[in-house]
Each structure stands twice: as C-alpha cells, then as structure tokens.
C-alpha cells in the first residue's frame, strides 16, 4: 500500500527575486520503504522534504500521507498529524540541552499525555534498540555527536510514527558514527517496517536505502532500486551523482564495510 503519494508538486519561494525550486514532482512511497533523495546542492531536496513533512506549503499539487491531505487539517489538527503520524531526524539533532537523553526521548508522548509507566516501558525498549540504555541520565552535552543523533532517532520512533523523514541525518558525524546510525535508521526500517524518507549527500548512506530518487533543478531525473549487492548499488549512485554534477559537496568518508 501506498504511504506517501506526491502528485505534480511544485514550489515557487516569493521574495525579491522568485524562483521556482520544485516543478512538477510526482513520487510514491510504499508503506515499509526507505527512499533516498539525492542531488546537487540547491536542487530542491530539502524543499521536497519541507512540503512532505509540512514544514513548508507547496505552491501547487498535492501532498497524502497515509491517506490524509495534510494541508486540508486546520492548524490544530496539523499540528496533531504531525505529532502522531511523522518522525523528524535532522542534521543538528535539535535536541533540549536542559533535559536528559531520557527526557528529550520522551517529549513527545509527554505532549501526547501517555502514562507515566508506558513512557518508561517505551523508552526502556527503544534505548535497548538504539544501544543508548546506559547514557539516559546523561543531559544531551555530555554525549557524543553520535549518540546524540541515536537519542534524536529515538525520539522521532518512540511514537511509532507511519513515516520518518530525515535531513542529512548523518552530516556532522564521522564515518564510524555515520554508520552506526545508517545501521540503526536500516534495522527499525526493516523490523519495524516504518517508511522513512531521507535527504543525502552522502553515497553510503543513500546505499542503505531500498530506493534513491535524484532531483536536478527541482525536477526529477532519475531513480534507482539496491539489488541484491549494496556495494554494486553504492557504486551507481556514484555514477549517477557524477553523470548529473552532484559530486559538488565534500565526500563523505562513509565507507561500507
Ligand atoms: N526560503 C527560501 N526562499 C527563497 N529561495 C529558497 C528558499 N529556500 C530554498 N530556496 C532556494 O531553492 C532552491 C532549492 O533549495 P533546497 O534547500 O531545497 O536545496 P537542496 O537540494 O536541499 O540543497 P543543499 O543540498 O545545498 O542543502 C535553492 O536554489 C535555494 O536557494
């Protein structure tokens, strides 16, 4: 079944100068897949990503997940979608530097009024998940750029969302912590079944995903499905990156192993 359906999106950012970053975008997502979004700086991928989350509002098109036209709910309602259906992974972890790792995981069902006990079942079980059970009274500045990034996952699952969407999830870390986390967002893809969507510059991360999209210039240009090897399919989306002009961006050191 289908999770995510964008149909003829586009987006035109007003200002002092216009300009169109989306034209025209169709995508589907089946329910269970892990979609990469790749391409040159400034084609539109955190653009796309915006409007699919509902960070942003398209200009034109349609945007259904699980079945709902998001920018048909009033605020109220949206803000409520947001909460219960999606899971936010960004570069910077955006996590709360006053609370613990096991506060920041929590916050949301805290704002969704769960028991106190569920909370802490919940929260015991996604830690052992994530490996991040014995650092949950630490506060979010005594932990690595790594772990800080599991606590963030972790808070975006602890809900059980219907999608995650991810944002260069695996910038500011090095190649080891990269990694892990690419190996963490695969694994609850593939037990969980959760459908995550995520922006990449990065060949081996995109390399753990089911399926990469590429934009250029806010259009669609191409899309290839991982067969049976990851190191073949890491090796076409490099050849898809240069035969487009997206290898502008530094390379990332993630190497498969
Ligand atoms: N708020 C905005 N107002 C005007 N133009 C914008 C705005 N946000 C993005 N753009 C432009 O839209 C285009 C697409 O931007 P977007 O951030 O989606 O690209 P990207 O592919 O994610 O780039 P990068 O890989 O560098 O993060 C760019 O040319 C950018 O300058």
Redesign the pocket.
């Known amino acids: 079944m289908d999770l995510l359906t964008v149909r003829s999106l586009g987006k035109i ?1 007003t ?1 002092a100068v216009s ?1 169109e ?1 989306l034209v025209n975008i169709d995508l589907t997502v089946g329910e269970g897949e892990f979609v990469g979004i790749m ?10 990503l ?1 409007m699919v989350s509902t960070i942003d509002r398209p200009t034109s098109g349609e945007v259904r997940i699980a079945g709902e036209d998001p920018y048909k709910l009033t605020y109220d309602q949206l803000a409520l979608f947001r909460r219960r259906e999606l899971g936010f992974v960004f570069q910077a972890y955006n996590l709360l530097q006053t609370l613990s790792v096991k506060e920041n995981i929590v916050l949301p069902l805290v704002l969704d009024g769960i028991s106190v006990g569920e909370m802490n079942r919940r929260a015991e079980e996604i830690a052992e998940k994530l490996g991040i059970a014995p650092i949950m009274d630490k506060r979010t500045y005594e932990i690595s750029g790594g772990q800080a990034q599991r606590t963030a996952i972790a808070r975006a699952l602890i809900h059980r969302p219907k999608l995650v969407l991810a944002d ?1 999830p695996t910038g500011n870390l090095d190649s080891r912590a990269a990694r892990d986390v690419m190996e963490i967002l695969e694994k609850r893809n593939d037990e969980d079944r959760t459908t995550m969507l995520l ?1 990449t ?1 990065d060949p081996a991360a995109a390399s753990y995903c089911n399926r990469v999209i590429f ?1 250029k210039d ?1 259009r669609l240009y191409n899309e290839i499905h991982c067969g049976d090897s990851r190191a073949a399919f890491y090796q076409r989306i490099i050849d898809l990156l240069s035969m487009m002009g997206g290898m502008d ?1 530094e390379f990332s050191p993630v190497r498969r192993s």
Request: charged share 10%.
């Open positions: 950012y200002g300009y970053a391409g040159p700086s400034g084609s539109g991928k955190t653009t796309l915006n260069e922006v510059h934009i806010g961006h």
